[in-house]
Structure formats: C-alpha cells, structure tokens
C-alpha cells in the first residue's frame, strides 16, 4: 500500500518567513492534494496536483510535484498567523478511488 | 453554493450502541467517501460510494457500514461502538467517479466520542 510520509512533522516560524513542506511517496503519485485542517475541524482544500513538474499557486501558498522523486513541497511567502494549522497531503490510488494522506505537518506562526 | 454537510457535528454514544453519520455532498458530485481521523492513526480511508455503489473499501471491520442514495447522500453506520471509534469523522465529496482529475472536497466532520 501507498505510505506518505511529510516533513517536517511541526514547524514553528516567525511571521513574514518562509516555510517549505515536503511530502514524499512511496509509490508512483497519480495525484496529489494539499489540505489545511484547524484542529478538530474538516479539510480545506488547497490544491491538486497531476501533472509531473506542475507547479499550482494560490495567494502566497506554492505547491510543486515532481514526479520523478515521487515527491511534493508546499511553500508558503512571507507567513502570516493565518497560516498556522496542519497541513496535510494526499494521494490518490491507480483507481482513483481513495486518498491515502501522510501525518501531517503542524505549522505555527508566531506574530 | 453550499459545501459538504456532514450531520450531526459532535455525538456521544455509549459502547456497544450504534450509530448513523450522515453526509450530504456538494450539488452535482456524485462520489463520496469517508475517513476516520484520530491522533494515533491519523486519516484512514473507510470506503468510497458512487452512483450507489461501494467501488473500494478501507481494512476496517464489518462493524462499519455505509451506503449511497440516489441524491448521492451518503450514510454511513458503526455498530456494537468501541472505545477505539472515537474520532473525527470525514467525509469528501468529487465530481466524477473517484478522484482521478478532479478536486475533492471536505466537510465538517462528525466528532464521535464513545465512552
């Protein structure tokens, strides 16, 4: 079965940095999504990726996939406390059918 | 245009009861599939639903059940309750079969204690 696996786990930063998360898969990634979620609440969704080297931008957040490294990175400009949350990402399978999510990484931005 | 509605929000159940967890996706998306979040588990797949029928379904026990209707709502039942199902219960809703090419979206969650 499909493992993510997400780094770093927690991440606290100073407002105004930047900050890069990583996802990497250990099979083929067929697509892949990024989600924020505030504790003990449902899943924003950011964006989804498919295309090797595709590169998706929303507001200050970045996300890239390469393909080839089965691997993704969100990065985020000039981080504001809005920001803070987990994100998490996802995979889909061959099928499409189901996401497969890693841990999750934990960002907190200090004002 | 309205999101995923997942009902109720927040429930507690006494072990060995059963219950019903109710999600309503958004117009027009005829997939819907759920997941069972918790802090030592973290996202786990339950089963996905489309066009009423079941296409996949995760390694969980016969206990969980679910279904689709023809207005794409889904339900889905945990019965005989365990301490170990609570949790926070997701579910996503797609346009097209699945995931493939097409975004999904959450709801709320159901956050079940059982005690």
């Known amino acids: 079965s499909q493992e993510l696996e997400q780094s770093p786990q927690s991440l606290i930063v100073q407002e105004g940095k930047n900050l890069t998360i990583n996802c990497t898969s250990s099979?083929?990634?067929?697509?892949l999504y990024w989600y924020k979620q505030k504790y003990g609440e449902g899943l924003i969704f950011l964006m989804m990726l498919q295309k090797g080297g595709e590169e998706k931008s929303h507001e200050k957040i970045t996300a890239k996939l390469d393909e080839k490294k089965q691997q993704s990175s969100l990065h985020i400009t000039a981080s504001q406390p809005s920001h803070a949350g987990i994100y998490l990402c996802g995979a889909h399978n061959n099928a499409g059918n189901m996401l497969t999510f890693g841990g999750g990484t934990r960002l907190m931005v200090k004002p | 245009k309205a999101g995923v509605t997942q009902t109720p929000r927040y429930l507690i159940k006494t072990r060995g009861q059963q219950v019903t967890l109710s999600c309503s996706p958004i117009?027009?998306?005829?997939?819907v599939s759920w997941y069972q979040q918790t802090p030592g588990q973290g996202l786990q797949f339950l089963f996905e639903y489309f066009s009423e029928t079941q296409r996949n379904k995760g390694n969980f026990p016969g206990r969980f059940s679910g279904r689709q209707f023809s207005n794409s709502r889904s339900e889905m039942n945990v019965s005989t309750l365990e301490l170990g199902d609570s949790a926070l219960y997701l579910c996503?809703?797609?346009?097209?079969?699945?995931?493939?090419?097409?975004?999904?979206?959450f709801g709320q969650g159901t956050r079940l204690t059982v005690v």
């Open positions: 099979k083929t990634l067929y697509g």
């Open positions: 117009s027009g998306h005829r997939s």
């Open positions: 996503a809703s797609s346009r097209t079969g699945g995931f493939l090419g097409t975004e999904a979206f």
